[in-house]
Nanobody, 114 residues
Framework: QVQLVESGGGLVQTGGSLSLSCEPSRNIYSFDHMGWYRQAPGKQREVVATLTASGLPVYADAVKGRFTISRNNAKNTLHLHMSALKPEDTAVYYC????????WGQGTQVTVSS
């Protein structure tokens, strides 16, 4: 069973920055792709950014130019750096990893105050 442990959420003011981290229980390169999703109250979970095993990033239009997905090979971690945050970025953020099936982290709350 794969486990994804997230960290780094919190409360930030509009325009501020936050970074999220995700540590999988197995080698990060064993997954076809990894990514970050988010779910705001009353809304469906949506993709924020994904990163293929080869390192190709893909971003949702809403976060392009503001968020950066990356991985640290030495630490076996996935990261999401968020800048120029807006109140509409408020959501629970989930780490995702795919290898034959989807694996999810427990989620970390990001709140952006206006």
């Amino acid at each position: 069973q794969v486990q994804l442990v997230e960290s780094g959420g919190g409360l930030v003011q509009t325009g501020g920055s936050l970074s999220l981290s995700c540590e999988p229980s197995r080698n990060i390169y064993s997954f076809d792709h990894m990514g970050w999703y988010r779910q705001a109250p009353g809304k469906q979970r949506e993709v924020v950014a994904t990163l293929t095993a080869s390192g190709l990033p893909v971003y949702a239009d809403a976060v392009k130019g503001r968020f950066t997905i990356s991985r640290n090979n030495a630490k076996n971690t996935l990261h999401l750096h968020m800048s120029a945050l807006k109140p509409e970025d408020t959501a629970v953020y989930y780490c995702n990893a795919h290898s034959r099936m989807n694996y999810w982290g427990q989620g970390t709350q990001v709140t952006v105050s206006s």
